[in-house]
Structures are given as C-alpha cells and as structure tokens.
C-alpha cells in the first residue's frame, strides 16, 4: 500500500479576506514565494479560474498543477499537484474572515507517494516540519503584506 499521509495548519494573515484570498493563487505566491515561477499552460496568462494547469520546477522537482476548484466568494482553492518521480497531493486552502483585516487560512495537504522518493518527501513533513513549512508562508507574506494588498493579481 502506497504511503498517504494529509496535514493541515492554520495560520492567521493581517489582511481582510477579500485580499487575503488571491495571495494563494498561483500569480498571488509569485509576488511572495521566493523562486515560484509557473509555467503558465492553460491559461497562458496565467488567469486564475478552475481548470488552469501550470508546471514548476524542474528535474525531480518537476511538478504539474491543476486547479480544480476556485470560489474567491467563500474563500476556497484545491489544487491537484503531481510530482511523477515521487509524489501525487491535493492541496485545499481554506481562507476565512477572523476579524475585518484578519484573515485564518486552513492549509491541507492530501499526499500520496508515487515511489520510495515520495516516502521520504511525505515523511520529511511529519512531525511539526508541515507546521513550520506553512508557518514561514505566514512570515513571508506578512513581510511583504503592503506590497500584496497594493498589488493587482490576476
């Protein structure tokens, strides 16, 4: 049986969720992801809506994306990610209004290895390293926050 591990972290950004929620679109975590650079397949621009697909990295970091479900509305994103020399995972984020700029956003990773590769990365985020991964999202964003707010993200 395949290693299947799902973690989820909650962390609080100083932002209302009208805002906060296009942060954690793929052209949202270029503007704070230090190295995130999609490739764009469909749409090419890179547009944020349901069904877009993009890749990054490369090697055996090389993953693809899709975007299965957007509603900016409630605050929801779930992407299916593959990286085919290791790992499958669902990430869901989960973005809701804690206060008028405050904004609790619920990170989840459903993952599955594809190979003893995949083993290794899945159980490298046991054990508070999953917490301490979606932590330094927190601390990033929160670095940059007036730049993101300001920021038209597509």
């Known amino acids: 049986m395949p290693m299947h591990r799902v973690f989820t972290h909650t962390i609080t950004?100083?932002?209302?969720?009208?805002?906060?929620?296009?942060?954690?679109?793929?052209?949202?975590?270029?503007?704070?992801v230090d190295g995130w650079r999609p490739?764009?397949?469909?749409?090419?621009?890179?547009?944020?809506?349901r069904g877009m697909v993009f890749t990054t990295g490369s090697g055996d970091d090389f993953t693809v994306w899709g975007l299965a479900d957007f509603?900016?509305?409630?605050?929801?994103?779930?992407?299916?990610?593959?990286?085919?020399?290791?790992?499958s995972a669902w990430v869901e984020v989960r973005c809701q209004a804690a206060g008028p700029q405050a904004t609790a956003v619920e990170v989840t990773y459903?993952?599955?290895?594809l190979t003893p590769a995949g083993e290794s990365a899945?159980?490298?985020?046991?054990?508070?390293?999953?917490?301490a991964m979606i932590e330094q999202w927190r601390a990033a964003?929160?670095?940059?926050?007036?730049?993101?707010?300001?920021?038209?993200?597509?």
Not at 17 to 32: I, K, N, V, Y
Not at 39 to 49: C, F, K, N, V
Not at 71 to 87: C, H, M, N, Q, W
Not at 110 to 113: K, R
């Open 13 to 32: 950004i100083a932002a209302a969720l009208s805002t906060c929620q296009r942060f954690f679109s793929p052209a949202g975590e270029e503007l704070w």
């Open 39 to 49: 490739t764009y397949l469909h749409p090419a621009d890179g547009r944020t809506q």
């Open 71 to 87: 509603d900016a509305l409630s605050g929801y994103a779930r992407y299916s990610r593959v990286t085919p020399v290791s790992r």
């Open 110 to 113: 459903s993952m599955t290895a």
């Open 122 to 131: 899945i159980a490298a985020m046991e054990g508070g390293a999953f917490a």
């Open 141 to 154: 964003i929160d670095a940059r926050l007036p730049q993101l707010c300001a920021a038209t993200i597509r």
